[in-house]
């Protein structure tokens, strides 16, 4: 069974401030991608990492996929309120396994205006 | 816009009262997953429809069952609710196996055991 562990599981900080969260298994992915929830909603697609060393932007959030495909980050520059939600990494296995995303754990951010 | 909608979006029902849970899609996606969510936590497999086939995840509760009649709609069907099955069931539809292009959820429905 692959396994994701998020962290931190919970991120409470100032608007303006700069955050990461982790993502890492001991498992290889053929790709990993990144949703935000908010509450009462379902999970939306951030961004898909599929090469390892891969960084991917997308405005004020930076993504990077680890060198073995094994971890992944979500960087967020100058947090704004309404980036507050749920983050969420999956991983999809790769090789003869059908594309079933492995959840993590979820990071739960709220940033203070 | 293509999506997937999900039916109602709230649901109240009595404990051990079968409820249906209902999912529609406009993407044509061939493949059509159930998730279980509680409390702010990752979203839990319950099982999966790839075209007509049916997956059954190992830990899915036998009152769990599911149907898919056309390539549009799926259902969730509890058949005796417990308490323990309040939570956010999402419906999420992807092409085929492969993940790159992620999967498409919907709003969701919050079921509540009264």
């Known amino acids: 069974t692959q396994l994701l562990e998020q962290s931190p599981q919970f991120l409470s900080i100032q608007e303006g401030e700069n955050l990461t969260v982790y993502c890492n298994s001991s498992s290889v992915f053929s790709s990993l991608q990144w949703y935000r929830q908010e509450p009462g909603e379902g999970p939306v697609l951030l961004v898909t990492?599929?090469?390892?060393?891969e960084v991917k932007k997308l405005k004020r959030l930076t993504f990077q996929f680890g060198d073995a495909r094994k971890d992944s980050s979500l960087h967020i520059t100058a947090a704004q309120p309404g980036d507050t939600g749920l983050y969420l990494c999956?991983?999809?296995?790769?090789?003869?396994?059908?594309?079933?995303?492995?959840f993590g754990q979820g990071t739960i951010l709220t940033v203070h205006p | 816009d293509a999506m997937v909608i999900q039916n109602p979006r709230y649901q109240v029902t009595q404990f051990g009262k079968p409820v249906t849970l209902s999912c529609s899609q406009t993407?044509?996606?061939?493949?059509m997953y159930w998730y279980q969510q509680k409390s702010s936590q990752a979203p839990k497999l319950l099982f999966h429809?790839?075209?007509?086939?049916?997956?059954n995840e190992a830990d899915t509760p036998d009152n769990f069952q599911s149907r898919r009649p056309n390539t549009s709609f799926c259902f969730l069907d509890i058949r005796s609710p417990g308490l323990g099955d309040a939570a956010m069931y999402l419906c999420a539809t992807s092409r085929g196996y492969s993940s790159l292009g992620g999967y498409t959820f919907g709003s969701g429905t919050r079921l509540t055991v009264v």
């Open positions: 990492v599929v090469t390892g060393g």
């Open positions: 999956a991983g999809a296995a790769g090789g003869t396994s059908y594309g079933k995303l492995t």
């Open positions: 993407l044509n996606h061939n493949v």
């Open positions: 429809y790839y075209d007509k086939d049916f997956n």
